[in-house]
Structures are given as structure tokens and as C-alpha cells.
């Protein structure tokens, strides 16, 4: 079942409804299943962009006037069959346009498009209006302005008119299906995070993830050398956490040392440790992480930042298994495991002589490689519900859950900084929510809510940001068709059969459009 109150608010749905309204002069109905209104046209609250509708709704009879066009409109559409019908109104000579809403074969509504006049609009045609009108209890006066404020449009017109309700059925077609697919998620979920989605701390039940917990399984007790490659915030200190505590070196001591944190000289002696008297201010022996870890784990993180001179100390312990304590004249030797982590392009700075080759194959034994959140969206919802139970017993706060609206904000946002940004958001929501139990949109960060939260409604005589409503039509229905398959490309993963099909559009078709605007990905990263 839709939700009106919902697509009302839909981005796309709001600039059609603003096109249709500013062009023809016309006003979208909703109608559900069973042909009922779904939005009453307060006379006193709604903005009219057709001055006919306007003075009929206000009148003694206007919504009965309505209820019979809406009659007529249901009954030409089931003769017909099609997707989309015309329809003559009550009013002789005046027309509208009824489209079905359709989702995975299931009839969800009606949009009416209502109401015009065709250019062949006679005097007569008005004459024969106005009589109408007066007898639903408009004055004469009344019903002969809107008579002369009803639009005319040509025959072309009304084919960019089909045009722009097709799409605006499109679109609330494709977030209908989106909405199930997601409350699917949320009911799989069962308030409970399953064992099968989780390896050690780690949370995920998406393809890759899935992928990532049977290579930890085939690696862990391995002794090979890790490379844990991934953007900040995919949880890389989690996996390396993870290899060492399944590993059979379990019992044994895990450290982790970020080698961005340091210059080298700090580096060097937090690594190697030094001698008393090595440099000003030793003054005693200290010993480094790596003969601290002996036995154990060390994860280096951000191994990419360190220079040619660390890199090189790294080989050796590495190859080896012995290091030079700064200040030292002895080597020592450890038996380490190490893990290491970068979110770096190590193949290109080698390529530009700022990493070591050698160091690079050393450490990249094995190589695990995490994705970022924005290619896991069916995580989210886990890891949602992960967060909120654990942020409110850190709290001590009543268990919150987040709302429907809420949560599809949350999974069209990109995420450009990972889990560790999704961790931070759910802090943040919960600490602003305080005692209410339900979280909605307005909590969300603004960096949220200016990325996916459906911009500004369009007035008359406005420009929205990106989107312009002056020129001609045609440029207008290219500019919404372009925005509908960039957001269909970004919702679908670039999986062009998928939006295809969301589109009802042949693959060809959808390609042809993706080179037409240049949305394809793959070349804009060439």
C-alpha cells in the first residue's frame, strides 16, 4: 500500500508536480486501489495551479463535481486496458488524464491529471462550461474567468503531458518496490542480530561480507603476513582483531600502533624501543611494541605513511625477526605476527618510489580487502540495530528504535566515512532524541539531510539548485529523466538490467541514455 503523505515529500515527485503545475496549469489527484482521493484539495490550504479546479472545488458542489469526474476518469481507463487513459470531464470540452501505478504486476493507484482543454476549445465549448458550472452554484462571473483561464494545450503538448505523469507513475512505482524491499530487511532482521552475520565484532550479512568472514576462517590460523586494505572507517583494526583472536596465538597480547601518529624519530623508538641515553629525555630502557608483542599480534595501521627509512628497519624485523632498539648495539629477536593496514594505493607509490617494493610483497601475503559501506547497504539495518543497543546501555537509556522515514534517509546516504561515521550518527541521534523513544528524520545530521533529504519545493518564478524550470519542455523531461536514472544507477549499484526493469525500459534503451548523459561510472573514473 502507498504512502501519499510520503511521496508528497519525494524529491522527484515534488519537481514533476511543480512542471505539470507551471507549464499546463494542471493539479495531480491521488487516487488509492479503489479509486478514493488520497489528497482532499482544501480549498482554504491548497495551492491551485488550475484556476477551474479552484473555483469548482470551492463551490457548494465542487466536490461532488470531483467525485464524478474521478467516476469517469476509472471507468475510461478499465474499458481501455492501458496504462493510461484521456478522459472527457463533466464539463463539456474540458479533459484529463488518469495513469495506473503499478508494482511488480499489482495495481497500487491512480494519478489524475486534471484538468485542460484541448486548442480546438470552441466559444461554444466555454458557453456550455459556464452553464455547467452555474449549476454546481458558482456565480456566472466566476465560472466565465475560469473558463478564460482554462489551459489549451496542442496535441504535442499533451504527449509531453503523458510524458510527465508516465514518469511521475514511474517514480512512485520504483520507491513503492524500494519501500518493500527494505520493510523486507527490517522484518528479517527479527529485532535480533543473527550469529550467521557476525564474525568476532564484525557485523554483515551482505555478499561481501559473507565473502571476507570465509577468507578470516581459511587465514586465521595461518601465520602469513596481512595486508587489510579498505577507506577509513570500514573497520580494519575489527578484522585484524579478528584474525588474532581466532588464531593460535589467542592468549597472547594483540597491540595496534597507527604509524601516521608519529614522526619517524617517535616511530622508531615506539616500534623498536630505545636505551637509556639513546637520545635527551631517555633516560632509562624502554622496550618497543615489537618486543612487547613477542608471541602475539602487532597491527600496524596506515603502514603507508611511514618513509623509506622505516620502511626499510620494517623489512628486516619482518623478514628476519630481529630489530635494532634505537641507541642499540645488540639486535633482539621477537616472534611476531603482524597485520598490517593502509588506505592507500600502495601499487601507484611504489610506482612513485614512495614505497618499498620488497616491503609491499613482505607484507601482502595474504590480502583482505574491505568494502565500503556504500557497497553493503543491506548491512545497515544490522549494523543500526547493533548500534542503538549498545549506545543506549552505554547510556542508560530505554531501548529506541528508529523510524521508517528515518531509515530510508540513512540508506540512500552515501557514507563517505564508513561505519565509523554510521557509529558516530547513531550517537548523535540518540543523545538529541533523549527521552522519546523514536528517532526521525529531523535528527539526522545536516550533511545527511542536504545529501538525501529531497532539496526545496519549487515556487513559481524559483530556480531549484540543479534543476531548471524555465526553457522548454523538452530540455525540462530530459533534465528529470537524467536525474531519475543517476539516482536509479546509485540505488541499483550501477546494475543496469535491475534499473532497467524498475524503468520498464529495454537494457539497450537504459545504456543508450547512461552514454546520452554521461552517467557511466566506470568512465568517469578513466
Known amino acids: 500500500m502507498i504512502s501519499w503523505t510520503q511521496i508528497q515529500d519525494l524529491h522527484a515527485v515534488e519537481r514533476l508536480t511543480e512542471i505539470v503545475g507551471r507549464w499546463f496549469s494542471i493539479d495531480l489527484v491521488y487516487l488509492d486501489e479503489f479509486g478514493r482521493l488520497k489528497n482532499d484539495f482544501d480549498p482554504q490550504k491548497f495551492n491551485f495551479k488550475s484556476y477551474l479546479f479552484k473555483v469548482h472545488r470551492n463551490s457548494p458542489k465542487g466536490k461532488e463535481l470531483l467525485l464524478k469526474d474521478v467516476e469517469i476518469a476509472l471507468k475510461q481507463i478499465e474499458q481501455t486496458q492501458e496504462r493510461m487513459a484521456i478522459f472527457e470531464t463533466s464539463l463539456p470540452g474540458v479533459k484529463g488524464m488518469i495513469c495506473r501505478l503499478q508494482a511488480e504486476g499489482e495495481n497500487l493507484g491512480y494519478i489524475m491529471a486534471y484538468c485542460y482543454a484541448k486548442d480546438d476549445f470552441t466559444s461554444e465549448d466555454g458557453k456550455k462550461v459556464v452553464k455547467e ?32 505523469v508516465g514518469l511521475f507513475a514511474d517514480e512512485v ?11 523486507q530487511i527490517i522484518k528479517d532482521l ?181 568494502p565500503p559501506l556504500r557497497e553493503r547497504g543491506e548491512d545497515i539495518p544490522l549494523l543500526l540495530e547493533y548500534f542503538l543497543e549498545k549506545k543506549c546501555k552505554e547510556k542508560n537509556l530505554a531501548e529506541k528504535e528508529i523510524s521508517k522515514k528515518c531509515l530510508e534517509k540513512l540508506l540512500d546516504y552515501q557514507w563517505p566515512g564508513n561505519i565509523r561515521e554510521l557509529e558516530n550518527e547513531v550517537e548523535r541521534m540518540i543523545v538529541l532524541a533523549s527521552q522519546d523513544q523514536a528517532i526521525t528524520p529531523d535528527l539526522l545530521s545536516q550533511k545527511i539531510l542536504d545529501s538525501v533529504g529531497g532539496g526545496q519545493v519549487l515556487k513559481a518564478g524559483d530556480q531549484t539548485v540543479g534543476f531548471n524550470i524555465n526553457g522548454t519542455l523538452r530540455s525540462a523531461l530530459e533534465e528529470v529523466e537524467m536525474m531519475m536514472i543517476s539516482e536509479g544507477l546509485k540505488r541499483c549499484n550501477f546494475n543496469k538490467s535491475k534499473l532497467a526493469k524498475e524503468l520498464d525500459i529495454s537494457r539497450a534503451n537504459l545504456i543508450s541514455k547512461v552514454d546520452k548523459y554521461d552517467l557511466d561510472k566506470r568512465k568517469k573514473a578513466s
Open 173 to 183: 512505482s520504483t520507491y513503492n518496490e524500494e519501500i518493500i524491499r527494505r520493510e
Open 133 to 164: 458550472l452555474v449549476s454546481y452554484g458558482l456565480i456566472s462571473e466566476e465560472a466565465e474567468l475560469a473558463v478564460k483561464k482554462l489551459k489549451r494545450i496542442e496535441e504535442i503538448q499533451e504527449e509531453y503531458l503523458k510524458d510527465l
Open 190 to 370: 527479527n529485532s535480533e542480530v543473527s550469529n550467521k552475520y557476525r564474525y568476532h565484532k564484525m557485523i554483515g550479512k551482505s555478499k561481501p561480507m559473507q565473502e571476507i568472514y570465509r577468507l578470516l576462517e581459511k587465514i586465521a590460523s595461518s601465520e602469513s603476513t596481512i595486508l587489510v586494505q579498505g577507506e577509513n572507517g570500514t573497520g580494519k583494526e575489527l578484522v585484524a582483531k579478528a584474525i588474532h583472536y581466532n588464531s593460535v596465538r589467542k592468549d597472547k597480547i594483540f597491540l595496534a600502533q597507527n604509524c601516521s601518529a608519529f614522526n619517524d624519530n617517535l616511530l622508531d623508538s615506539e616500534l623498536f624501543g630505545h636505551v637509556k641515553g639513546a637520545f635527551t629525555g631517555a633516560v632509562k630502557d624502554k622496550k618497543g611494541l615489537f618486543e612487547i608483542a613477542d608471541g602475539g599480534t602487532l597491527f600496524l595501521d596506515e603502514i603507508g605513511d611511514t618513509s623509506l627509512t622505516m620502511q626499510v628497519k620494517l623489512l628486516r624485523v619482518l623478514q628476519e625477526g630481529t630489530f635494532l632498539p634505537v641507541g642499540a648495539t645488540t639486535p633482539k629477536k621477537v616472534n611476531v605476527r603482524v597485520i598490517a593496514a593502509t588506505n592507500k594505493p600502495l601499487k601507484e607509490m611504489i610506482q612513485n618510489g614512495e614505497f618499498r617494493e620488497d616491503l609491499y610483497y613482505r607484507i601482502n601475503v595474504i590480502n583482505v580487502n574491505l
